[in-house]
């Protein structure tokens, strides 16, 4: 069982906000990620991490950014937000499989 | 391009049923295959893994179908129940780096 919290679960915003998702996890993993879901499409890999100060992009281009200064943080920040970023946000770690936290659900009008 | 291909996008079974859900893939450097079932409002949590030495892997109600050669693999659910009633993902990468490459997801209904 994995301990991986995401804030805020919810949130609407408008055109042109800078927003922060917070990912924090208890178990000491070092590997993080971040994916992006759109209804009835796949989980799509937008960045992941193997440890502090590590951080890389993944296989979708985003205009997110990522920062991993401590080993349970791996917050996900967009600067200006789009009514295109309009997505769930999953972070996971893993630790011999991947676990997921519930996800952030983010609208932009 | 999408790496993992899963069919169908959604079926519907009566209790007792066996929803079968298959994937694809290209890419032959992939090795490990999970399969993930999320409920709404919730993240996707494993299910069931295999890895390509093997052919098949059950564990419960759950079973999966792997054929290398074809590259292909799927997810078998026996004697289903209304509580599985939930979107099912297949998922593929290479090596231990759990950089999944995901299929599109299937909606299962199981009706009582």
């Known amino acids: 069982e994995a301990d991986i919290y995401q804030t805020p679960r919810y949130l609407v915003i408008g055109t042109g906000k800078k927003i922060t998702l917070e990912c924090s996890q208890t178990m000491g993993h070092d590997k993080m990620y971040w994916y992006q879901q759109d209804p009835g499409m796949e989980l799509h890999l937008i960045h992941y991490s193997y440890g502090v100060n590590s951080t890389e992009k993944g296989d979708l281009s985003s205009e997110s950014t990522v920062s991993r200064i401590r080993t349970e943080h791996f917050p996900l920040t967009l600067e200006s937000a789009r009514p295109s970023h309009t997505s769930q946000y999953l972070c996971a770690t893993s630790h011999g499989e991947l676990f997921f936290g519930e996800g952030s659900r983010l609208t932009v009008l | 391009q999408q790496q993992v291909k899963q069919s169908p996008q959604s079926l519907i079974v009566q209790k007792g049923g066996i929803p079968i859900i298959n994937c694809a893939y290209e890419n032959t450097a992939f090795d490990y295959f999970p399969w993930y079932q999320q409920f709404p409002g919730k993240g996707p949590a494993l299910l069931i893994a295999?890895?390509?030495?093997?052919s098949e892997k059950k564990e419960g109600r759950f079973t999966i179908s792997f054929n290398k050669s074809a590259k292909q693999f799927s997810l078998h659910i026996m004697d289903s129940q209304p509580g599985d009633s939930a979107t099912y993902f297949c998922?593929?990468?290479?090596?231990?780096?759990?950089?999944?490459?995901f299929g599109a997801g299937t909606t299962v209904t199981v009706r009582a």
């Open positions: 295999i890895r390509p030495d093997v």
């Open positions: 998922a593929a990468s290479k090596g231990y780096d759990y950089k999944l490459s």
